[in-house]
Each structure stands twice: as structure tokens, then as C-alpha cells.
């Protein structure tokens, strides 16, 4: 298949970027869309040309590396994956397909698609654990009985891996739908109980200086989101933080 | 307490709770208005308790507008902060995959409403209180339905009427279920039943005004 990509270069934080178009040909249905990429990148170091730099690592949907806005959303038009379990298959020869980095004032674009997402670094660092002795007397969490309902919830908001795809797709880049998600997988589990206080006043404080934009809402986050981390835990945080100010 | 008049989330809050105000407000408004259709002597009746009224007047009233102004003022607040949050946009942006236009645009829907109510004071607001305050018209508890009948007799100021209302039922369809959202209210548990009773609100009591509009206006031309 041959496409037309329009892929965002851009040299340095600094430097205004733009998109350039770039013929590929050969392309096969099966290919991962970060192979097309790999395709693409030999083709320019072949040429002479500097290749498209982006983020990869597991390539099997775990990192949250691989993130681009592809066609205006992230992750690409198929529900529910990354953009290394993207394949070509999903697009028609001939098609033009855009490239971009995540937008965001909190997501600095380090050069072409690469962004620097460590604000959700910081964010992680300013609550998201539990202080547990693990010096080799550590208890087995299986002796605490939990209820089912509440341990798929926290499970289900555990598999955020942080790629940022929430923040892409809202149209105020906002960051609560991960920052929530954090927040809940301990804020649902006994574990969590003891600095629940601390642990969401402090995480919404550094998702605020970070510079996400606010919630409004929309949803996009959600269906957007590569593991299908649910709205509902947006308004979890909201009940917790309500609490922590309010009663302590 | 301060971090939580600060924060992001205390924004989503008086968003929420000021919307959630004016939904009550509107449901007392559609109440007394739908009279003038079903009963107009009923309608004369309620709207000069309420025109005259000292609690509603001089307590009710001042609060219905600061909920209006803090709403308002709080709408445009976000959308500077949230237009900061993302200072370059991106050149391909498909926000109908993953969202409504409506859910993307409250900002347009409400600043139509917020315009919509400059008329509406105009047309009643700033009429009542040059009747009771400046020129100090008669005390008259039977004038209400004939100024009302009045009023949309106009067809352009009619259909502006109808096309505002649209715009609100729009803003109301996000709005009022998401309020719940940004209060904490929801949860996985819960079933599509509330969904459902805030959508059915935001399409009834706004259909209900287009109605009230509507037939009054053509009343008047099969007069």
C-alpha cells in the first residue's frame, strides 16, 4: 500500500515545528503502525535525511511509549490499543495519515513526536504509593479479605500505564482521568486507607502546577484511553478530595 | 481549606452547584410559565406573589442573579485556563470520534443563553422595575398574562425565543448530568436511570418553553 504520511518535525524544544510530507510506498496490512514508522526511518537514513524521532519501548501495549496523535486522535482510530497495536490494515492505500506529538503546556515537545510527560512522573512521585515495610516481614496482601466488586475496580484502575492518551484527546488537556486513576487504585483497597488524606490532596495539588487544563466533562478521555480506564473514577477523586478537604 | 479554594476541582464544583441552581430556578420558571397557557388567572396570581414579594424580591432574586454571574464568570475562567493548558493545538483534531459537539462547546451554547438573558431582562426584567420603582405604575394583580401574550406577538422576538431555547436544551444535555459527574455523585454502581432523567429534563422543560413561546405567538394570529 502506498501512503501519504504528514508527520510533525520539529528540531527542539525551542524550535518551531511543521508538518512534512513524506511518500512511502510498500507498505504492508500486517505491519505494526511503529514498524511503518521503522520503514519510514530507514528510508531517510538511506536518503540522507534525519529520521522521525518517537518514543517506543515494549512495543506489546505494557510502557505507554508509543504515544502519537494519528489522524486527530491518539493512539490512532482503533478503540482500545496503543499505537504499537496499531496495524496497517486499518488504513487504505492512498490514504494520508497525520502525525503529531501530544499537545499539552504540561507536555513539552522534546524533538518531533517525542514529549516529555514527567509531569505525570510527579505526579505519581507526590502520592501515588503506599508506605509498606517490605524489609522481608511484608504481609501478604491475600490476608486481607476484600471485596470482589472493589478489587476489580482498584485492578481496573491500575492498568493505566500513563502513556497520556487522556491528556491528547481532551480538549482542555486535562489530566484528571490518570491522576484519578492513581488515586483510585488505592483510595478502593483497605491498603490505601492511611494516606488517603495526604495522598489526593497532594496528587491534585501537582497535577494543578503541572499546567493540565480542567475537566469538562466530555468523555474523550475515556474512549480514548488504550486500557479503558472508566470516567467514573473522576468523580471518585472528586468525592475523595471533597472528603480530604472538608472533613480530613 | 485554602488548597481546596485553589484548586481545579473546587473550580468544577461552583460550576456544578451554580448549574445545578439555575436547573432548580428553570423548573420553577417553567412551572409558573406553563400557567399562562393552562390557567391565566393562576399565572396573573403566582407571577405578582412573586413580583411583589418581599423574600423573593429582595433575598430570592439577588441570589438567583449572583448564581447567574458566578456561573457565567466561572464558564469563562476555565476556558482561559483550559485554552493555556494546550497553548499549541493540533493541526488534526477529530473531537467527533471520542465526544459530542455539544459536550466540546458549552461555551458557545452558554454565551448564546448568556445573550438570550440579556433580552429576556430586557423584555420583563427592566420592564418590572420600571413599572414598580420608576414610573410607579398601579399595583395590579391582573396585568401579567396580557404583558406576556405581548411579548410574542413579535415573530422575530419569537423565533429567538424558540432558537435560544434550543441552544439551552443543548447546554442543558451536557450540563445538568455532568454536574453530578463533577461533584463526586456517580459511580460504576450506578444504573442508566439518572442519565436518563437529566437528558429527558434538558429536551422536556426547554421543549416546554419553545411550546409556551409557540402558542402564544400563534394564539395571537388566530386572533
Same mark, same amino acid.
Given at each position: 500500500?502506498?501512503?501519504?504520511?504528514?508527520i510533525?518535525r520539529?528540531?527542539g524544544?525551542k524550535?518551531?515545528g511543521?508538518l512534512?510530507d513524506?511518500?512511502?510506498?510498500?507498505?504492508?496490512g500486517?505491519?505494526?503502525?511503529?514498524?511503518?514508522?521503522?520503514?519510514?526511518?530507514?528510508? /531517510?537514513i538511506?536518503?540522507?535525511d534525519i529520521p522521525?524521532?518517537?518514543?517506543?519501548?515494549?512495543r506489546?501495549?505494557?510502557?505507554?511509549s508509543?504515544?502519537?496523535?494519528?489522524?486527530?486522535?491518539?493512539?490512532?482510530?482503533?478503540?482500545?490499543?496503543?499505537?504499537?497495536?496499531l496495524?496497517?490494515?486499518?488504513?487504505?492505500?492512498?490514504?494520508?495519515?497525520?502525525i503529531?506529538?501530544?499537545?499539552?503546556?504540561?507536555?513539552?515537545?522534546?524533538k518531533?513526536?517525542?514529549v516529555?510527560?514527567s509531569? &505525570?512522573?510527579?505526579?505519581?512521585?507526590a502520592g501515588g504509593?503506599?508506605s509498606?515495610?517490605?524489609?522481608g516481614?511484608?504481609?501478604?496482601?491475600?490476608?486481607?479479605?476484600?471485596?470482589k466488586?472493589k478489587?476489580?475496580?482498584?485492578?481496573?484502575?491500575?492498568t493505566?500505564i500513563?502513556?497520556?492518551?487522556?491528556?491528547?484527546?481532551?480538549?482542555n488537556?486535562s489530566?484528571?482521568? &490518570?491522576t484519578?486513576?492513581?488515586?483510585?487504585q488505592?483510595? /478502593?483497597?483497605?491498603?490505601?486507607e492511611?494516606?488517603?488524606?495526604?495522598?489526593?490532596?497532594?496528587m491534585?495539588?501537582q497535577?494543578?502546577e503541572?499546567g493540565?487544563?480542567?475537566c469538562?466533562?466530555?468523555?474523550?478521555?475515556?474512549?480514548?484511553?488504550?486500557k479503558g480506564?472508566?470516567?467514573?473514577?473522576?468523580?471518585?477523586?472528586n468525592?475523595?478530595?471533597?472528603k480530604?478537604?472538608?472533613?480530613? | 481549606?485554602?488548597a481546596?479554594?485553589?484548586?481545579?476541582?473546587?473550580?468544577?464544583?461552583?460550576?456544578a452547584?451554580?448549574g445545578?441552581?439555575?436547573?432548580?430556578?428553570?423548573?420553577?420558571h417553567?412551572?409558573?410559565?406553563?400557567?399562562?397557557?393552562?390557567?391565566p388567572d393562576t399565572?396573573?396570581?403566582?407571577s405578582h406573589?412573586?413580583?411583589?414579594n418581599?423574600l423573593v424580591?429582595?433575598?430570592?432574586?439577588?441570589?438567583?442573579?449572583?448564581? !447567574?454571574?458566578v456561573h457565567?464568570i466561572m464558564?469563562i475562567?476555565?476556558e482561559?485556563r483550559?485554552?493555556?493548558?494546550?497553548p499549541i493545538k493540533?493541526k488534526?483534531?477529530d473531537?467527533?470520534?471520542?465526544?459530542?459537539w455539544? #459536550?466540546r462547546?458549552?461555551?458557545y451554547?452558554?454565551a448564546?443563553?448568556? =445573550?438570550?438573558l440579556?433580552?429576556?431582562f430586557?423584555?420583563?426584567?427592566?420592564?418590572e422595575?420600571?413599572?414598580?420603582?420608576i414610573? !410607579?405604575?398601579?399595583?395590579?394583580?391582573?396585568?401579567?398574562?396580557e404583558?406576556?401574550?405581548?411579548?410574542?406577538v413579535d415573530p422575530?422576538?419569537?423565533?429567538?425565543? !424558540?432558537? #435560544?431555547?434550543?441552544l439551552?436544551?443543548l447546554?442543558?444535555?451536557?450540563?445538568?448530568n #455532568?454536574s453530578f459527574q463533577s461533584?463526586?455523585?456517580? #459511580?460504576?454502581?450506578q444504573?442508566?436511570?439518572f442519565?436518563?432523567f437529566t437528558?429527558a429534563? =434538558?429536551?422536556?422543560?426547554?421543549?416546554?418553553?419553545?411550546?409556551? =413561546?409557540?402558542?402564544?405567538h400563534?394564539?395571537?394570529i388566530?386572533a
Amino acid at each position: 500500500m502506498k501512503l501519504n504520511l504528514k508527520i510533525w518535525r520539529q528540531e527542539g524544544p525551542k524550535v518551531k515545528g511543521k508538518l512534512v510530507d513524506y511518500p512511502l510506498d510498500g507498505v504492508d496490512g500486517d505491519m505494526s503502525f511503529l514498524e511503518m514508522m521503522d520503514i519510514l526511518n530507514e528510508k /531517510l537514513i538511506n536518503e540522507g535525511d534525519i529520521p522521525v524521532e518517537f518514543d517506543h519501548d515494549c512495543r506489546e501495549g505494557i510502557c505507554g511509549s508509543c504515544n502519537m496523535m494519528i489522524n486527530g486522535e491518539p493512539h490512532g482510530p482503533q478503540k482500545l490499543t496503543t499505537t504499537c497495536q496499531l496495524h496497517m490494515r486499518k488504513f487504505s492505500d492512498g490514504d494520508t495519515i497525520t502525525i503529531e506529538p501530544w499537545r499539552a503546556k504540561a507536555f513539552p515537545v522534546i524533538k518531533d513526536l517525542i514529549v516529555d510527560r514527567s509531569a &505525570f512522573d510527579r505526579i505519581q512521585q507526590a502520592g501515588g504509593y503506599i508506605s509498606v515495610n517490605t524489609s522481608g516481614n511484608t504481609q501478604d496482601a491475600n490476608s486481607i479479605p476484600i471485596e470482589k466488586s472493589k478489587a476489580d475496580e482498584a485492578f481496573w484502575s491500575a492498568t493505566c500505564i500513563g502513556c497520556g492518551a487522556c491528556v491528547a484527546a481532551c480538549k482542555n488537556a486535562s489530566a484528571m482521568l &490518570f491522576t484519578s486513576a492513581k488515586i483510585s487504585q488505592f483510595a /478502593l483497597l483497605p491498603q490505601g486507607e492511611l494516606e488517603a488524606t495526604e495522598r489526593v490532596e497532594a496528587m491534585v495539588r501537582q497535577m494543578d502546577e503541572e499546567g493540565f487544563g480542567n475537566c469538562s466533562n466530555t468523555g474523550a478521555c475515556m474512549v480514548e484511553c488504550p486500557k479503558g480506564i472508566k470516567l467514573e473514577n473522576i468523580a471518585r477523586m472528586n468525592r475523595e478530595y471533597l472528603k480530604a478537604e472538608v472533613v480530613g | 481549606m485554602s488548597a481546596l479554594v485553589k484548586s481545579s476541582l473546587a473550580r468544577k464544583w461552583v460550576m456544578a452547584l451554580s448549574g445545578l441552581f439555575l436547573v432548580v430556578f428553570l423548573t420553577q420558571h417553567f412551572t409558573i410559565n406553563i400557567t399562562s397557557v393552562i390557567a391565566p388567572d393562576t399565572f396573573n396570581e403566582w407571577s405578582h406573589f412573586m413580583g411583589y414579594n418581599p423574600l423573593v424580591q429582595f433575598i430570592l432574586q439577588p441570589i438567583l442573579i449572583a448564581g !447567574v454571574i458566578v456561573h457565567f464568570i466561572m464558564g469563562i475562567v476555565l476556558e482561559i485556563r483550559n485554552n493555556k493548558a494546550r497553548p499549541i493545538k493540533y493541526k488534526r483534531f477529530d473531537g467527533n470520534s471520542n465526544s459530542t459537539w455539544v #459536550s466540546r462547546n458549552m461555551i458557545y451554547t452558554g454565551a448564546v443563553v448568556l =445573550a438570550f438573558l440579556g433580552l429576556h431582562f430586557y423584555d420583563f426584567w427592566i420592564h418590572e422595575i420600571d413599572y414598580k420603582y420608576i414610573t !410607579v405604575g398601579v399595583e395590579d394583580p391582573t396585568r401579567y398574562i396580557e404583558e406576556l401574550r405581548e411579548k410574542f406577538v413579535d415573530p422575530v422576538r419569537t423565533w429567538i425565543y !424558540v432558537g #435560544s431555547f434550543v441552544l439551552l436544551a443543548l447546554h442543558l444535555w451536557h450540563g445538568f448530568n #455532568s454536574s453530578f459527574q463533577s461533584m463526586g455523585v456517580k #459511580s460504576v454502581k450506578q444504573g442508566d436511570g439518572f442519565r436518563k432523567f437529566t437528558y429527558a429534563w =434538558a429536551i422536556l422543560i426547554p421543549a416546554g418553553f419553545v411550546f409556551i =413561546a409557540l402558542y402564544h405567538h400563534f394564539n395571537h394570529i388566530a386572533a
